[in-house]
């Protein structure tokens, strides 16, 4: 299995202001991705972050809004950009390996935003 | 396009009781099938997956999954619940062919457990 942490775990944010969110995988993987768990709600893929490369965004998911980083094969980063109420939601990384096809997913990072 | 359906938002149980959970999926093929589990406060575990072989899969916790294809069904199943079950449970479907390997989440069913 992969052991996939996050950071921030949780953060209270203006509006207005920008977050970004760390992940790190204790081993290298293939693809990693980000995802966005509303109150009450599933989870929705917000873009698979892809090494050296931009990332590939989900419909209704922009760049601008969510910039990504992947610079290696274990770490990543997720920024939400002029952040307003309705981004408040729990944002969890997952990663998978080349030779199983589990995913695997950090604790989340929750946020808030007021 | 694949799409999961858990079409039990709630689900109330008594202690010790058994437990099943219905999940359907919609897919092409024979997809790669997922069971993952979501504490208050916690992230995302997995319970068990289905790949291949066979159809009924173990998986921790004593938890266990039916694969169906006739009905596209990957039920979940305990013989006794027990209280740290209460949870938040989400069926996934993943594609089982190379390429853009997207997972597909349910909505979730929410379990309460009563003494």
């Known amino acids: 299995s992969a052991v996939i942490s996050q950071k921030p775990s949780r953060d209270i944010c203006q509006r207005g202001t920008s977050l970004t969110i760390q992940c790190q995988v204790d081993s290298q993987v293939t693809m990693m991705f980000w995802y966005r768990q509303q109150p009450g709600q599933s989870l929705t893929l917000i873009a698979t972050?892809?090494?050296?490369?931009?990332?590939?965004?989900e419909s209704g998911f922009v760049i601008d809004k969510f910039p990504i980083s992947r610079p290696n094969l274990t770490f990543s980063t997720l920024t939400v950009s002029n952040m307003s109420p309705e981004d408040s939601s729990i944002y969890l990384c997952?990663?998978?390996?080349?030779?199983?096809?589990?995913?695997?997913f950090g604790p989340g990072t929750r946020l808030l935003v007021l | 396009a694949q799409s999961v359906t858990q079409p039990d938002i709630h689900i109330t149980v008594s202690e010790g009781a058994s437990l099943e959970l219905r999940c359907n999926y919609s897919?092409?093929?024979?997809?790669?099938l997922f069971w993952y589990v979501q504490s208050p406060g916690q992230g995302l575990q997995l319970l068990l997956k289905y790949f291949s072989g066979d159809t009924l899969v173990q998986g921790i916790k004593g938890f266990e999954a039916e694969f169906k294809r006739s009905q596209s069904s990957f039920n979940l199943r305990k013989p006794s619940v027990h209280w740290s079950d209460a949870a938040e449970y989400f069926c996934?479907?993943?594609?089982?062919?190379?390429?853009?390997?997207?997972?597909?989440f349910g909505i979730g069913t929410k379990l309460q457990v009563i003494p």
């Open positions: 996934a479907v993943g594609p089982s062919s190379g390429g853009y390997q997207k997972v597909t």
């Open positions: 897919y092409g093929a024979t997809p790669y």
């Open positions: 997952s990663a998978r390996r080349t030779v199983e096809e589990t995913q695997y």
């Open positions: 972050a892809n090494q050296g490369s931009e990332a590939t965004y």
